[in-house]
């Protein structure tokens, strides 16, 4: 009962005590004024900076108003979706560009399986070999999908071929790295068990490291492939075909009720793959 | 004891018969994921016109081809001589200011995305903790909000951006910004959930408001989490920005598809090998910075 009490009501602090607390440690209970001068300086330069870079990429008030009233223009013509006749189309489309990111996935896959060997401690034991492999995974990784697929577009014309091409590019690096971190991950002591009951190299390879580490890579290849049915859609707009071009299309003449139906089907087809893949994955890696 | 010797047999056989019968499922299993898949990549490399001559008769000869057209002209002798003479460097790299106002434009946009994309990633990562969330509800709205933001690309969004905003760096940023909030909310409300709760439960025991909970509870702890997120992420917008201009949102990007438009194939090369430069440069920065907050952290 009285501790409640006390709880509920802390005890007030005389202005007597806090004369004695100043005498104390001013420190503690005045901030300095150097501290909130120091203090003050930091806010406004970072500020100063926060603000210019918004101003070097046009973030002003006046630009932002513009758009956004546009904008608002633009989804208040979304509704009702409406795909005015072209369904299958868009749901070919779709399917095509789920076909896309399945075998850019699969040959990223490919490639990246002797790559993520080579980028594993285990394998390839120097330093600095080792550390040169990682670090251009690191590079290779930023560069987007879609710079490749300007290119490749260019090399093999119009169509899915150069936008796969460009999936498998983009995701040799990715895959590879995520290959080599499980490789490096694994447990070494099947591998020795097997080595010391007389096992070749390779039998301890196929039955020390692959048991353990082929589920976690291929649920990594699934997450691959969930990140590539998203990059596939982008690539139509460089002309790798797919709901990339066909949105493109339509965003172009400023049909935005068919662009909110396009982007309805296709976040549906995406969270639908995300919920299958991700199912499956918690089945590889939990048994 | 024959008794015993027929029971035994017997057990034997019917574990044997058993375990074949188990085998055999297993077998089965196998062998219909095998065909389910190989179907899959089948179809997949069919519809994507792969095989179907799409790609032209000689992908090989064509690889070649674009890696020779690809290749500036550079004279041994001549690689330093001014912008003029051909097969020089400078040649080679002949609109230098432009591409690097243009790469300065990449690296600004970025970062102010990426910043947008804390705030943003933060305020609702509050929300869709399930620790820290006002209600259930508002937590529930807020997580699929953010899934439906993650499932579309920044470059789906920053076309219909562009549309509006018009040409320029701003749809690019709101795109990316847009992008780097839904990744980031999860990520933080992950760490926020992960938050050891009895500093939260010892600031409202004195009284503090939500946000003093939120600001003295769990924001000391998961701090450094959110640093180098938002660091790893700025290294992922990076490139994202440097394709942001492909669609003209502004950025390195337009000098890409420019280069493209006028088969300036090695002027690409060198566009790449700038991006490929400066995502080198931003890695090299941000870990150094990571490794300080790591140090920080440790030390605190």
């Not at chain 2, 690309?153 to 940023?173: C, H, K, R, S």
């Amino acid at each position: 009962m009285t501790t409640s009490a006390a709880l509920a009501t802390p005890p007030q602090v005389t202005a007597h005590q806090m004369q004695v607390a100043r005498a104390i440690a001013p420190h503690l209970v005045d901030t300095p004024l150097a501290v909130h001068a120091r203090r003050l300086a930091l806010w406004i330069g970072l500020s100063a900076v926060f603000v210019a870079l918004c101003i070097g990429v046009d973030m002003t008030p006046a630009a932002f108003a513009k758009g956004l009233s546009k904008l608002a223009d633009f989804m208040g013509g979304m509704f009702p979706p409406n795909a005015a006749g072209g369904e299958v189309r868009i749901l070919q489309a779709l399917a095509a560009t789920f076909a896309m990111a399945v075998a850019g996935t699969f040959l990223g896959v490919l490639g990246a399986i002797p790559l993520g060997l080579l980028g594993a401690k285990t394998f390839v034991s120097n330093e600095a070999l080792h550390f040169l492999i990682r670090r251009s995974f690191d590079v290779f990784r930023a560069i987007p999908a879609l710079v490749w697929a300007l290119i490749l577009i260019v090399a093999f014309g119009l169509g899915p071929f150069g936008g796969v091409i460009a999936l498998a590019l983009t995701d040799i690096p990715r895959i590879a790295k995520l290959y080599a971190e499980a490789i490096e991950n694994s447990d070494p002591r099947p591998q020795e068990g097997i080595r010391a009951t007389g096992g070749q190299r390779r039998a301890a390879i196929r039955f020390g490291l692959l048991p353990e580490v082929l589920p976690v890579m291929a649920s990594q290849s699934l997450y691959m492939l969930e990140s590539n049915f998203r990059n596939a859609a982008i690539l139509g707009i460089v002309g790798a075909g797919g709901i990339g071009f066909e949105l493109e299309e339509r965003i172009r003449i400023f049909a935005f009720d068919q662009v909110a139906w396009i982007v309805i089907a296709y976040v549906i087809c995406v969270m639908a793959l995300d919920y299958v893949s991700e199912n499956i994955r918690s089945k590889l890696v939990h048994g | 004891m024959p008794h015993q010797d027929i029971l035994k047999s017997q057990l034997v056989r019917e574990f044997e018969a058993q375990r074949r019968v188990t085998l055999l499922r297993q077998r089965t299993q196998q062998i219909v994921v095998l065909i389910g898949f190989s179907a899959l990549i089948a179809v997949s490399f069919h519809v994507s016109g792969f095989f179907s001559g799409s790609q032209g008769s000689d992908p090989w000869g064509r690889i070649a081809n674009l890696l020779d057209i690809m290749m500036p002209d550079l004279k041994p002798e001549a690689l330093f001589e001014n912008r003029t003479t051909a097969g020089s460097l400078s040649s080679w790299f002949y609109d230098m200011p432009t591409w690097l106002a243009l790469l300065w434009e990449t690296v600004q946009i970025a970062i102010v995305a990426t910043l947008f994309g804390i705030f943003g990633g933060f305020w609702a990562s509050l929300l869709a903790s399930k620790n820290l969330s006002p209600s259930p509800y508002i937590y529930w709205l807020t997580r699929r909000t953010l899934e439906v933001i993650r499932t579309l690309p920044d470059l789906i969004v920053a076309l219909i951006l562009v549309a509006a905003f018009g040409v320029g760096p701003l749809p690019g940023v709101i795109a990316i910004a847009l992008g780097t909030m839904a990744s980031l909310g999860k990520l933080y409300s992950e760490a926020n959930e992960a938050a050891d709760m009895r500093p939260v439960e010892a600031v409202k025991a004195v009284g503090g408001s939500w946000w003093a909970q939120v600001r003295f509870g769990v924001l000391p702890q998961v701090l450094p989490h959110y640093a180098s997120y938002g660091l790893l992420r700025l290294e992922i917008n990076v490139g994202g920005a440097a394709a942001l201009g492909v669609v003209g949102a502004g950025g390195i990007g337009i000098e890409l598809s420019r280069a493209i438009t006028y088969t300036e194939f090695d002027t690409y090369f060198a566009l790449l090998i700038l991006i490929i430069g400066l995502i080198i440069l931003i890695d090299l920065v941000s870990e150094a910075i990571r490794h300080r907050l790591i140090g920080l952290e440790a030390t605190a």
